[in-house]
């Protein structure tokens, strides 16, 4: 099924931008995303196409004006809705293969995940709507797994201020911050939160297990990586991972995953240990961290 990502931005020439280069980018050729990549503009209620105004209250800058925004929400997630249902364009190239697959919403194997299920006026939402702000939730790789796992994702991108706040809840939109940092639009975070999603698709990387182990995936940071030379400007690879005894090398891999993760983030860390020593059936586990 394709990944449907639709990018609502006053920036569309942004797109697919490094998305449309390497393994995105093949991706995106073969069929395994597609990308709508829409101009907020085109919603705007007035002959100069404005889509913002002067804050409330005051002060600098310019707002994204909620009711331009909600008509390019309500449009992405019509066409997004149809998409679902129509027949999937039949891509086969091999000459047999009969009729095309068609999927109705009641077939979507795979369902918004995300509690925001009920779209507008009691119509299902099939697609999750996200706003980047840095006011938002940090997204997290377990966040992007769910969205991976749907049928797409719509991206709101900000521009100026930011968003007339009444947008969130008036569309069940959720806000989501790349880091704590501040960006001047909110198109390279859009690019971040869809490369994360692109490549967990099925077939778009490589070998399927060289996600299994990325920092994240456990909770932790992944142990660090070395290639030839042996030996570069007096640093060696360490012995290690050149000895061949695969129980020794998982097992160091394992000891450095956990000393990173305790040294560079130690919020990582303490939710780690505490998920890890939580007991899972009401048995109490020995606290493994005992004596280390
Ligand atoms: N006035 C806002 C910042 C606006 S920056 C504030 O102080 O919170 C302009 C736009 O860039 C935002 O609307 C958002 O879409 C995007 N942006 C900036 N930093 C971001 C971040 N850390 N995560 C996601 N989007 C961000």
Redesign the pocket.
């Known amino acids: 099924m394709t990944f449907a990502a639709t990018i609502l931005t006053l920036y569309p020439e942004m797109f697919p931008g490094p998305l449309g280069v390497s393994l995105a980018g093949r991706a995106l050729e073969r069929g395994d995303w597609s990308l709508d990549a829409v101009q907020i503009r085109d919603f705007a209620k007035d002959k100069h196409r404005t889509v913002d105004d002067t804050p409330a209250g005051g002060g600098a800058?310019m707002v994204?004006k909620v009711d331009v925004l909600a008509d390019a929400i309500d449009h992405a997630r019509a066409t997004a809705k149809a998409k679902i249902a129509a027949p999937l364009p039949f891509r086969g190239g091999d000459g047999g293969g009969g009729a095309p697959p068609t999927l109705t919403l009641d077939e979507n194997p795979h369902p918004n995940p995300s509690p925001e299920g009920e779209g507008l006026a009691g119509t299902a939402a099939p697609f999750p709507v996200l706003?980047?702000?840095?006011?938002?939730t940090p997204i997290t790789q377990a966040r992007i797994r769910e969205l991976a796992a749907g049928p797409g994702v719509i991206i709101?991108?900000?521009?100026?201020?930011?968003?007339d706040e009444r947008i969130f809840a008036g569309r069940e939109v959720e806000e989501?911050?790349?880091?704590?940092?501040?960006?001047?639009?909110?198109e390279c975070?859009a690019l971040m939160v869809l490369d994360a999603c692109i490549r967990l698709l099925p077939g778009v990387m490589g070998a399927p297990s060289s996600g299994a182990e990325e920092s994240f995936e456990d909770g932790l940071l992944e142990y660090p990586h070395y290639t030839r030379p042996v030996e570069w400007e007096g640093r060696a690879i360490p012995e290690v991972l050149r000895s061949g005894d695969h129980a020794k090398i998982a097992a160091w891999r394992k000891r450095q995953a956990e000393d990173d993760t305790r040294l560079r983030r130690p919020d990582l860390w303490e939710r780690h240990v505490g998920a890890r020593d939580r007991p899972a059936s009401g048995a109490r586990r020995k606290h493994r961290d005992q004596g280390s």
């Not at 706003?131 to 938002?136: H, I, K, Q």
């Not at 709101?156 to 968003?163: A, D, H, M, T």
């Not at 989501?176 to 909110?186: A, E, H, P």
């Open positions: 800058g994204l706003a980047m702000t840095p006011r938002g709101l991108c900000g521009r100026f201020e930011g968003f989501v911050s790349v880091g704590d940092i501040v960006l001047s639009g909110g975070a």
